[in-house]
């Protein structure tokens, strides 16, 4: 069975990449790893430690209800968010990762986000792009 690796964050684009990753799961009867990584440090407290298991009991829910064989991976390493997905989308051998952009402004749109940029270039299986509303 194959695997479509995603990038999740509590936010619009992360929503929409598991909208589509779910679809694309459904499509190609694969499995859905979810991968939410945060760098950890300073900002990453108790609390944040909360909110972030709290948002993946919430993913969670979405993909029971879905019925889609599903892996949560919520890693705090301090590597870059990137780094995290492309090693992960590699270990379970990814048909497909899928990954969530924000709109930008003018200005913006001229630099795409370090994040994406390096998964969209260094990943070894096709990268899905979607825009959040």
Do not use: W
């Amino acid at each position: 069975m194959g695997t479509v690796v995603v990038g999740y964050v509590p936010k619009p684009e992360g929503e929409a990449a598991l909208t589509k990753a779910i679809e694309e799961a459904r499509l190609r009867g694969t499995k859905l790893v979810v991968v939410n990584s945060h760098r950890g440090g300073q900002d990453f407290d108790a609390d944040a430690a909360r909110r972030a298991e709290s948002e993946m009991d919430a993913v969670k829910a979405k993909l029971d209800a879905a019925g889609v064989e599903h892996d949560l991976r919520q890693l705090v390493r301090g590597f870059e968010p990137a780094e995290d997905l492309i090693s992960i989308a590699e270990a379970n051998d990814a048909e497909l990762i899928v990954i969530g952009l924000r709109r930008r402004s003018p200005v913006g749109k001229l630099i795409l986000g370090s994040n994406a940029q390096r998964i969209l270039l260094d990943a070894h299986c096709p990268v899905l792009a979607v825009k959040a509303d």
